[in-house]
């Protein structure tokens, strides 16, 4: 029960809030303009203006950046992730399988 409503709350989080589907009656009615999406959609074109502006040499010092950070984030996670308690037993259940369940797929 607990699970189902973990479910219908997430689910009820991402239409709402999210996608604000609760003020679009279908695809002829876009509804509102979502200003914190515009904003990011904007502030992500500026960026790439600037990139673009500054030309390849100043670019190529920004790669270093963005090509190393998600890694340095993943790690953090890992780590922070293995401190859980009962971390061990998700990895244990992640990596067994059972069989019999996937002889019985549907």
């Given at each position: 029960a607990t699970l189902q409503l973990a479910d219908a709350v997430g689910s009820l989080f991402?239409?709402?809030?999210?996608?604000?589907?609760?003020?679009?009656?279908?695809?002829?009615?876009?509804?509102?303009?979502?200003?914190?999406?515009?904003?990011?959609?904007?502030?992500?074109?500026?960026?790439?203006f600037l990139c673009c502006l500054k030309g390849i040499r100043s670019s190529g010092k920004i790669v270093y950046v963005t090509a190393t950070f998600p890694y340095l984030v993943l790690i953090v996670l890992i780590i922070r992730g293995a401190t859980l308690k009962g971390s061990l037993q998700g990895v244990k259940f992640y990596l067994s399988t059972d069989w019999k369940r996937l002889g019985s797929a549907q």
């Open positions: 991402c239409s709402e809030r999210t996608l604000g589907l609760s003020r679009s009656s279908g695809l002829h009615d876009p509804g509102p303009v979502r200003w914190e999406l515009a904003i990011c959609l904007l502030a992500a074109w500026v960026i790439i």
